[in-house]
T-cell receptor, first 114, second 113 residues
Framework: AQTVTQSQPEMSVQEAETVTLSCTYD???????LFWYKQPPSRQMILVIR??????QNATENRFSVNFQKAAKSFSLKISDSQLGDAAMYFC???????????FGKGMKLTVNP | NAGVTQTPKFQVLKTGQSMTLQCAQD?????MSWYRQDPGMGLRLIHY???????DQGEVPNGYNVSRSTTEDFPLRLLSAAPSQTSVYFC????????????FGDGTRLSIL
C-alpha cells in the first residue's frame, strides 16, 4: 500500500522569506505522480505543483519549486518570497498509475507572519 | 464552465437517516472520486470511478455507496448515517492520465447528531 508522510504538522515563516515543506512517500509502483495541494481557509483545494516520477528535473511554478529525491522517496516543496496569501494547509499527494488512487498526507499548516 | 459542483454545501442529519451527496462535473472527465477530510487526517479516499458503470473502493468505503450511471454524475450515498461520518466531503474529477490533477468541488460539511 502507498503512504504519504508529512512529519511537520505546523510551520511558520516571515513574509518574503523562504520555507521548505517536507514530504516522504512509499510506493511499490514505478508509475506514479506527486502533487502538492494548498487549502486556504475557504476550504478550496488548489493545485500548487506536480511532478512526474520518471522525470529527474525538479518542477517549478513561479515562487514554488520541489526537491524530488526519488531514491530517498522525498518530495519537498520550497516556497520563495513567502506572501501572506500563502498561509494555508498544504497537502502532499501521491497518485499511482496502476491502482489509480490518490493518497494524501495529513497536511501541514503554514502561517506567514507579516 | 462550472467545474465540479457539489450539493448541498451543509447538512445536518440524525443518526440512522440516509442521504445522498450530489456531485456533477462538466469537463467530460472519466475519473471521479470522493474523499472525506477529518482534522489531522488529511483527505482519505472513499470510492472512485474510472468511467461510467465502473466504481471501486478506496481507503474508507464502509457505510458509503456510489454509482456512476453517467460520465457527469457521481453521487455518494450514506445508507444509515452514524456520528463517525461527521466530516467534510469532497468530490473530485480528473482527465485520464496520471499527471492530470484532480479538480475539486467546494466540499460538503456534514454533521451527524
Amino acid at each position: 500500500a502507498q503512504t504519504v508522510t508529512q512529519s511537520q504538522p505546523e510551520m511558520s515563516v516571515q513574509e518574503a522569506e523562504t520555507v521548505t515543506l517536507s514530504c516522504t512517500y512509499d510506493t511499490s509502483e514505478s508509475d506514479y505522480y506527486l502533487f502538492w495541494y494548498k487549502q486556504p481557509p475557504s476550504r478550496q483545494m488548489i493545485l500548487v505543483i506536480r511532478q512526474e516520477a520518471y522525470k529527474q528535473q525538479n518542477a517549478t511554478e513561479n515562487r514554488f519549486s520541489v526537491n524530488f529525491q526519488k531514491a530517498a522517496k522525498s518530495f519537498s516543496l520550497k516556497i520563495s518570497d513567502s506572501q501572506l496569501g500563502d498561509a494555508a494547509m498544504y497537502f502532499c499527494a501521491l497518485f499511482q498509475g496502476g491502482s489509480e488512487k490518490l493518497v494524501f498526507g495529513k497536511g501541514m499548516k503554514l502561517t506567514v507572519n507579516p | 464552465n462550472a467545474g465540479v459542483t457539489q450539493t448541498p454545501k451543509f447538512q445536518v442529519l440524525k443518526t440512522g437517516q440516509s442521504m445522498t451527496l450530489q456531485c456533477a462535473q462538466d469537463m467530460n472527465h472519466e475519473y471521479m472520486s470522493w474523499y472525506r477530510q477529518d482534522p489531522g487526517m488529511g483527505l482519505r479516499l472513499i470510492h472512485y470511478s474510472v468511467g461510467a458503470g465502473i466504481t471501486d473502493q478506496g481507503e474508507v468505503p464502509n457505510g458509503y455507496n456510489v454509482s456512476r450511471s453517467t460520465t457527469e454524475d457521481f453521487p455518494l450515498r450514506l445508507l444509515s448515517a452514524a456520528p463517525s461520518q461527521t466530516s467534510v466531503y469532497f468530490c473530485a474529477s480528473k482527465a485520464q492520465g496520471g499527471f492530470q490533477p484532480q479538480h475539486f468541488g467546494d466540499g460538503t460539511r456534514l454533521s451527524i447528531l
